[in-house]
């Protein structure tokens, strides 16, 4: 009951009263509110069952009210003092100014025992008698614990609404209603304009949806929730990505009571998102996709055309002379004229064909190209090619130079055959543009499976690797090495292929492969054992005899490189101080710390270190102070040419006098005549000599006879 309603009706009984005084106390204990009439001197008159059972336990014996715990805050420390503001509204306004309105103050009412405070507003007024005297002093007492529970829940609620998302609710009719502070900001538009909206309304002034309205309505409709990123237009040139939600509210027999709207302005994650993917999928240097994407791509493009019975065509396109350009005018120059290369192939390409550049100077295209025959979509390349050509093959300018720069192009219309993989086509078309390359008048050539003669090798004897069973096909062989004289100083080991059908392959050509396709590894354990059983017995017939075992730097990589090594040699209970691991300089160059580490543990094992083909890679010499090292190789191709050429000489010579320095054992490989053999023989140091001269590398049987003509 509201208090202007109260009144009214305490009035009306206060005339009844003065008819029928002895039920006046009735009335006013019908009240649901507690109620307490006051004399002009502030002692109760009448109390009523409501405010008895509020106030009882708080008043004396002459009911005194002085002694009620009221306090102004909820805490319960400052008390507020209901007599002194009784007290102050006895005093009647001689202005006949209104004293009909009660006046109200909000106070807490602490329990002594259970210590709680209720929250109450009091509401006070004074009765007057028709000539303006007071008779009464009317107090009533209202329970505000539910309202005050209920103010709470609309704060907590408006706190919530007004998070940083963007929020609002609709009627019934889908006009939004309460739109927050955070959707009007990213809107741009106040609550107003927004109450003037719908749902829909504002979805299609302002929301770029990835589906249509009408199709968002259905899953509304069907799961009552729809959640997607969209994005929004809040002006036409201004665009935030978000994820939109919207919540159905309805009755029982689904009809639509609300929406729930949230939008959640993700655009610092869009952006952000947009940069990681322009690093990984977009080349720095001109902007075109990288190989990965071109890959991507590719592979999407190849399934595609599988499925639809449909060709298209890959472009490989490489700049001629493009190393010489760089090397004659500079980086700067060759980057500018990459960029322009990628400008001419985005201007003469349609918007949805992939571009990349995915090495150097060497460009990818992908066309969205769609023929029903292989002969139609070898035409359209064709067509395209010469196009591609036309605007590639022209004089640069670039700064005060001009360069006239002519391109290659190879070209792969796929699908090409059964089983091909986009990895496949790649290297279609680069095989093509190799091709191209060699020709002299239109450099434009179509991929043909001659070219892939190379590929299907490769592939056989990758199979053939991996299948082989390696104590069957594979043998060491090993090449003596001579001391300087004449004696046996030991053997390196040289791994043989003999498979049934394909006869014998040289290592030059399987290790590489293997090293590619990581057969490499279980080879390379298959031959550390060998070797090192080998090892054991040769050492037993020639103590100090030394076996070198090649370690390709894919193995070398292994982070349990150095275990493994270990393991393998337990097994084999060889002396590592008769074994020596051969490193390319290559091994130590990528890597250099952990190269380090496993060199430093392998020579505290015992085991001694050889850099082999000395010389051929790396020109840097100082990473091999760091590293202890026994053993310098000297490549055979330095060999070959001494002592003809001064050059040679001058190379051998100086990497012996390095060799020198750090005290390392020197050897000579691919000595195969008497002439290298004495110029070796002539140097100051000691020099281990191998090559044809003295053995070619043999099987074990037959190696074994250097022990008996020794004997
Ligand atoms: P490499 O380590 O430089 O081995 C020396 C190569 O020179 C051997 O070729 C050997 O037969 C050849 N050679 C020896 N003396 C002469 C000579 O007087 N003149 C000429 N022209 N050549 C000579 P091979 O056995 O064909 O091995 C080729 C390469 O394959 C090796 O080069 C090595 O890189 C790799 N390789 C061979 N065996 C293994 C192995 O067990 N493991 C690993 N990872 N690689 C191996
Ligand atoms: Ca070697
Ligand atoms: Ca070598």
């Not at 009719?173 to 309460?178: D, F, L, N, V």
């Not at 017995?537 to 275990?563: G, R, Y």
């Not at 000297?634 to 051998?652: L, T």
Request: charged fraction near 25%; charge should be negative; include cysteine.
């Amino acid at each position: 009951m509201n208090s202007e309603k109260l009144y009214s009706q305490l009035e009306l009984s206060d005339a009844r009263l003065r008819e029928e005084k002895e039920s006046k106390s009735e009335i006013i204990c019908a009240f649901h509110e507690a109620v307490i009439v006051f004399k002009p001197n502030l002692t109760p008159q009448i109390i009523n069952a409501q405010a008895k059972l509020m106030f009882a336990k708080y008043l004396d014996t002459q009911q005194h009210i002085q002694n009620v715990p009221l306090y102004k805050n909820k805490k319960a420390t400052v008390r507020f003092d209901l007599h002194l503001w009784l007290s102050k509204l006895l005093a009647i306004p001689t202005d006949g100014s209104d004293t009909n309105t009660p006046t109200e103050v909000s106070v807490w009412l602490k329990d002594r025992e259970t210590l709680k405070t209720t929250p109450l507003l009091l509401s006070a007024k004074p009765l007057l008698t028709p000539e303006r005297n007071l008779k009464n002093l009317l107090l009533v007492v209202y329970d505000r614990t539910i309202h005050a529970q209920s103010d709470e829940q609309k704060r907590l609620m408006e706190a919530a609404f007004n998070s940083y998302h963007g929020q609002f609710i609709t009627n019934e009719k889908g006009y939004i209603t309460h739109p927050n502070d955070s959707f009007c900001t990213l809107t741009g538009l106040d609550a107003e304009t927004l109450k003037s909206m719908t749902l829909t309304g504002w979805l299609d002034q302002q929301v770029s949806l990835k589906i249509t309205t009408n199709e968002v309505l259905t899953t509304l409709l069907s799961t009552r929730f729809w959640s997607g990123e969209v994005e929004l237009h809040p002006l036409p040139n201004v665009t935030y990505y978000a994820v939109l939600s919207i919540s159905l509210l309805a009755d029982e027999q689904f009809n639509i009571e609300h929406y729930v709207v949230n939008i959640q302005n993700i655009t610092e994650i869009h952006e952000a998102q947009m940069a990681i993917e322009q690093m990984a999928y977009y080349d720095d240097l001109t902007g075109l996709a990288n190989r990965r994407l071109a890959f991507e791509h590719l592979d999407l493009a190849l399934k595609h055309h599988k499925r639809h019975g449909t060709f298209a065509a890959l472009f490989f396109i490489n700049l001629d002379r493009f190393k010489s350009i760089n090397d004659a005018f500079g980086r700067k120059t060759g980057d500018a004229l990459l960029k322009q290369v990628a400008k001419i192939l985005k201007d003469s390409l349609r918007e949805e064909d992939t571009i990349a550049r995915v090495g150097g100077d060497e460009f990818l295209v992908l066309t969205q190209d769609k023929a029903f025959s292989k002969t139609q979509a070898t035409q359209n390349a064709y067509h395209l090619a010469k196009k591609i050509a036309k605007h590639l093959n022209k004089n640069y300018h670039i700064n005060e130079t001009t360069l006239n720069s002519t391109t290659c192009i190879g070209i792969t219309v796929f699908p090409f055959q059964e089983g091909d993989t986009a990895e496949d086509l790649m290297l279609y078309a680069d095989l093509a543009m190799s091709a191209a390359k060699k020709r002299t008048n239109q450099k434009i050539y179509f991929y043909e499976s001659s070219l892939s003669e190379i590929v299907i090798e490769r592939r056989s004897l990758e199979h053939a690797l991996t299948i082989a069973d390696l104590d069957e096909q594979f043998e060491l062989h090993y090449q003596a090495q001579i001391g300087p004289n004449g004696q046996l100083h030991g053997a390196e080991s040289l791994i043989r292929w003999n498979h049934p059908e394909l006869g014998t392959i040289p290592p030059n050509k399987f290790i590489p492969i293997a090293e590619e396709g990581r057969q490499i590894l279980r080879l390379g354990d298959w031959i550390l054992a060998k070797a090192f059983q080998q090892s054991k017995e040769w050492c037993q017939k020639q103590p100090d005899f030394n076996l070198s075992i090649n370690i390709s730097p894919i193995q070398f990589h292994e982070a349990d490189f150095v275990q493994q090594t270990i393991k393998i040699l337990n097994e084999c209970g060889a002396n590592p101080k008769n074994i020596t691991l051969e490193l390319t300089e290559g091994v130590l160059i990528s890597d250099t710390q952990s190269a380090l580490k496993k060199i430093e543990d392998l020579t505290k094992l015992g085991f001694n270190i050889s850099i082999d083909d000395f010389g051929t890679g790396y020109s840097s010499l100082s990473y091999l102070q760091k590293l202890p090292i026994h053993e310098l190789k000297i490549d055979k191709s330095f060999i070959f040419r001494v002592p003809e050429s001064q050059d040679d000489i001058a190379i051998v010579e100086s990497i012996i006098s390095l060799a020198r320095n750090k005290n390392l054992l020197i050897v000579a490989e691919g000595v195969e005549t008497e002439q290298q053999a004495d110029f070796l023989r002539q140097q100051p140091d000691d020099i281990i000599m191998q090559g044809y001269l003295f053995s070619e590398p043999c099987s074990k049987t037959e190696f074994e006879k250097f022990f008996s003509s020794a004997e």
